[in-house]
Each structure stands twice: as C-alpha cells, then as structure tokens.
C-alpha cells in the first residue's frame, strides 16, 4: 500500500467522529455548522458576484452567457428528436448509477475515482456521499453534452455554452459547500468548529484586501522581494525607454558564442518566470550554456503607456531591443525568442522586417504562441461580439487600460477547480492559512496592458485571425508570414488551457522557412519552464509538419525530461563562434532585474479602482 493510501486509510470516518461527541459538543458544533453553511454560501455566491466570466451574469450578464443557453434551448425544442435523445442519455445515466450502486452493496468492487476533487475516502466509503458524488457525475455529464445535441449551432455559441456550462458545473460540485464536503466536515468537528471561524477570518481579510471585492489568495505573498529571493539572475540594464527595460546578464563562462539571445516574454506577466529560482531559472541554464542572454522587461500600462497601439510595442518593444542588443553585445545578428503574446508581436515584427530586407535576426524560437488563433480554445469566448463589448466597457471605466486585476481573474477561471475552487475549499472551508509558493506570487503579480493593444489583439487576432491570413498591418505594411524564412523552432505544451497545443501547432505550419515542432507534457508555464536537472515530465520531437498536430504526434518520438538539451542542439549551430566574454556595460540604468518589473498593480492606480 502507498503512503497516500496509508494515509487516507488512517482518517476517522464521519461516523465515527460524530460517535465520539457528548450531546453538548453536539449542540455547539450543529449551531456552528448551521451558521458555518450559511456563510459557506453566502461565499459561493460572493465569487460568484464578484469574481470571473460567471460573475457578469449578475451585472446583465455583459458575456451572453444567458443568450447561449437560450439559443441551445430554442434549438432543442424545435428539434424533439435531438431533445429526447438528450433525456434519454439523462435516463440512462441515472438508470446506470443505480445499477452500480446496487452491485457495489451487493460486494462488487468499485470504480477508480480519477477527478481529485473526491479523494476523501468518504467519497467511497459512506453510501450518503458516495450517492452525492455519482448523481452529480450523471448530471454533469448530461449537462455537458447539451449543446453537442444542437444542430446547426453558430460556433460561438455552441462554445460560450460549453465554456459557461462547464464553469457552472464546477460551481454546482458538492465538494464546494461545507454541508456536503466530507473533508471540510471532518476538520470542522476536529477542531471544534474552529476551521470554519479561521476560514470565515480569511475571507474577510481577502474581501478586506480588496476594497470589498472577494479576491482570493492563493499564497502568502510577504516572503518574496523580487530581486532578493526570486529574479536573482546577475546583470544590467542596458537600455531603457518608456515601454521596455533591456535586461543583458552577466556571463558564467569565459568565453561565449558571438551571437546573443534576446527573449520577449509576455507583457500580461513578468518576464521573470523565466528566473523564478536559482535552480530552475531558464536565464541561467542559457547563460552557462555560453550565451549572451537579454531579456525584455515590459512595462506595466499607466498614464504614460496606456494610449500605446500594437504599432507601439512593435517599433519601442521589438525594434528597440533589436538595436540595442546589437549595439551592447557588439554582434551584427542575434536569436530571438518570443512567449506567448510576445512570440505573436515577434511574429509580426519578422514579417516586417523580412519585407523591409532586414536580417538582424537570424532565428527565432517561439514558446507556447500562437500566431494562427483558429483553434485558439476558451479564450475565444471572450473575443466574439458580447465577450468584447464586455472589455471594452472595462477599459473604458479603467481610463483605457485593461485591468492586470481583471487579466488574472481570467486566467483563474479558465481554471477554476484549481485556481479557484482549491482555495475556497483550503481557505475558507479547512480554515488553512495560504503558504509561501514562488509560482503563485508571481502567477498574482499581473500588468496592466493598454486598451488599444489588448481590443487589437482581441480582434485581429483572435476574431479575424489576420496574422496567419496576411491580412494584418503593421507599421503601415501588411505583413504575411509567410516572408519570414529564418530557421524557426516553435514549442507547444500538451496540457496547455492558455495557448492549446492544436492552436501552437498550427502556427508551425504559417511561416515560409524550415520549422521545428516539439511538444512537451504539463501547461502552459511547467511546459515551458522545465529544468533538465529536474527530471521531470516528457517531450516528443521529430514528427512530420503535417495539417494537424494529432497526425504529428503520430510520427513523433517521446523522450523523457525536459526539451530544452533537444532546443539547445538546435539553437548552438546559430549562436556563431566563441569569443571572450565580457561583462555587461554600466548604463547607470541599474542592475537586474531593474525598476518596471517591481512596479505592481496597487501602485498604479485605474479610474475603476
């Protein structure tokens, strides 16, 4: 038997916890729980009000989500097959959960639970909740699949649905709520009711936090100082205008190969993800590996940046750090990497500059970014008329910025069982206190992004998906990507919700030049950010660039570990001779990780705020 098994195996069941109380420990902790579910409650409903895509329901629902629901109700109505095959699936379903729950008293062996949210043993345990779970399993299951019943359902709905329905399915899981939550029960009666007043503590100090909005913490924040324990990597800033610091850090070797590495991450996060720890910092695996590393550090929109266009963030982002990593390291040509949206800002800007006959760049490599936003995933629910109407209206009341606030409450809620509904459950119902965890600071240490950019890149990306059709202008050109024929590596993760590896995989297929496909398992910052030395998950290289990324895994080979020795093998060839290193020049700029990438939301202050 495993630890974990040992483990659950040794918790007292509820039965047995409940044997032990006298009847006046009874009457406190029933008064408790009574009042504990109604605040239990009254929480759900606060994140439901006042946090995520859900919570625009209850502000005239700006999202249509209650125009995707009709229209999938419409439809079914006037399509009496489809509806009774829809309830026929119902039936069945609650006519399968009898059937197993009968075998499984008669003695049969029960079903593998697979979704962590009822690894309780009373989930399999206590017939009570074991019914619980299974009913809404059947429910889910049924609820889920209404749209596919539909025929002839536009595309965006027939998502908005699946999206919304999926959120309210997670909303709906028993696991949610004290009353039904076995876990939350046992704590509550082991200490005397106290997890309960401790998780109703938190919450008020997360609404407190807030200004009156409940916002969640997910990790106690007061352990990290960027630049003393996280974005720790040694070196200087070498250049500076009002959009980007241009980070070069200092060499680890004597020698170094001619040709530097500059990288552009997103601007909807910081850049030092990429230098979280010592141990698994990608800076500094790439400067031992020899190279001349920079890095952009975006700035967080304000007053100063917040009416900047795309046009902007290609001539003083892109353009700018071109020149002046040339002009610091002395090379003629340099790599470039582009992360996610900064990768489709790269991508452009290449086109650009192959039209304009500039070859200052001489390979790129792109991570987990799309340039072809066809298969772009939920996110598109927020890029069809009412999910941007809805932005808009935002960055209208933000003074023409979008909100990094209303960026992260996004990005939960694209996840929300773990990014959401864990630290109800932790927090609020365990009564457990959010420890320190590196990830999660800098996962809460959001940017603003200026209007203009943000509905462009909504629109012409993500809608009209210009880019990949040589539609999209830039700089006064329309650009095409098929122009850029440097050698190009782009890099797609298979559990990926933000970028979804069949939307990165086509955006291997729009460039004109020899492209490289590899894929690595986790998400969309463990895929990326995976230390050789960690030894951790797989990739798969070498598949033939085909229509889809499916028939490429096909003919691809998996390997263990991280991509990054496989990127290197590719990267080396371009990165030019050695030469002597030299350290990075004093600009009187400062040192790394320099001033933009401390520069958090509370100290900028937006018109909604």
């Known amino acids: 038997m495993s630890g974990n098994k040992k483990e659950k195996a040794a918790l007292p069941s509820l039965q047995s916890l409940m044997a032990e109380q006298n009847p006046l420990q009874m009457q406190v902790l029933m008064t408790t729980l009574a009042l504990a579910n109604t605040e239990s409650q009254a929480l759900i409903s606060d994140v439901l009000m006042g946090s995520g895509p859900v919570g625009t329901m209850a502000q005239g629902d700006p999202m249509g989500a209650g125009e995707a629901f009709r229209a999938v109700g419409m439809n079914l109505a006037q399509n009496p097959a489809a509806l009774m095959r829809a309830n026929m699936e119902l039936m069945r379903g609650w006519m399968g959960l009898w059937n197993e729950m009968t075998q499984e008293a008669l003695g049969a062996e029960p079903a593998p639970e697979t979704d962590k949210r009822f690894s309780d043993p009373e989930w399999q345990s206590n017939p009570g909740f074991k019914f619980i779970r299974k009913a809404y399993e059947v429910n889910t299951k049924w609820l889920m699949g209404l749209a596919d019943h539909t025929t002839d359902l536009p595309e965006n709905l027939h998502l908005r649905t699946k999206f919304f329905t999926q959120q309210l399915t997670d909303i709906m899981s028993p696991t949610n709520y004290l009353g039904t939550n076995p876990q939350a029960l046992r704590a509550f009666m082991e200490s005397g009711g106290e997890s309960v007043l401790n998780g109703i503590r938190l919450a008020r100090a997360d609404v407190k936090k807030a200004g009156g909005k409940l916002h969640i913490s997910q990790t106690d924040e007061t352990p990290f100082e960027i630049g003393e324990n996280i974005a720790t990597a040694p070196g200087k800033v070498v250049f500076r205008n009002d959009l980007i610091e241009l980070i070069q850090y200092a060499p680890t070797q004597e020698t170094v190969h001619s040709r530097p590495l500059l990288i552009f991450p997103p601007w909807i996060n910081k850049f030092y993800i990429l230098d979280l720890r010592e141990e698994n910092s990608m800076i500094r695996w790439l400067v031992d590996k020899g190279l001349t590393v920079f890095v952009v550090s975006w700035r967080s929109a304000d007053d100063v940046t917040k009416d900047y266009t795309w046009d902007d963030y290609s001539k003083n982002g892109v353009y700018a750090a071109v020149e002046a990593a040339l002009q610091a390291s002395g090379a003629k040509k340099l790599n470039a990497v582009g992360y996610c949206i900064g990768g489709t800002l790269l991508s452009g800007t290449l086109a650009h500059m192959a039209a304009n006959g500039d070859d200052r760049v001489n390979s790129a490599t792109f991570f987990a970014s799309q340039s072809d936003f066809e298969l772009a995933g939920d996110l598109k629910v927020f890029t069809d008329g009412p999910g941007r109407s809805y932005i808009d209206s935002l960055i209208e009341k933000s003074g023409g910025v979008m909100p990094g606030a209303m960026m992260y409450e996004t990005f939960n809620w694209l996840r929300p069982i773990d ?107 463990a895929g990326v950010v995976n230390h050789p030395d960690a030894k951790k998950y797989q990739h798969w290289t070498g598949g033939k660039i085909t229509q889809t990324g499916a028939e490429w895994l096909e003919t691809a080979e998996e390997a263990p570990g991280s991509w990054w020795p496989y990127w290197w093998d590719w990267l080396k060839p371009k990165s030019g001779a050695k030469k002597k290193a030299v350290e990075p020049k004093d600009m009187g700029l400062g040192a790394a990780p320099g001033t933009y990438v401390k520069v958090r939301l509370q100290h900028i202050k937006l018109p909604l705020e």
């Not at 420890?435 to 943000?454: C, K, S």
């Not at 040589?470 to 590596?489: A, N, Q, R, W, Y």
């Not at 970028?499 to 492209?515: I, K, L, M, Q």
């Not at 490289?516 to 398992?521: E, H, I």
């Open 419 to 525: 990014l959401v509904w864990r630290y109800v459950i932790d927090q609020y119902m365990l009564g457990k206190s959010p420890r320190p965890f590196d990830l999660l600071y800098w996962n809460a240490d959001q940017t603003n992004i200026p209007g203009a950019v943000h509905q462009r890149y909504l629109k012409d990306c993500y809608y009209d998906n210009k880019l990949s059709k040589g539609e999209f202008e830039l700089l006064g050109e329309t650009v095409d990507l098929k122009s850029v024929t440097i050698p190009v590596m782009v890099q797609a993760s298979r559990d990926d919700h933000i970028c979804p590896f069949e939307s990165v995989y086509r955006t291997a297929t729009v460039f004109g030049g020899d492209t490289k496909f590899v894929l690595s398992s986790s998400g969309h910052i």
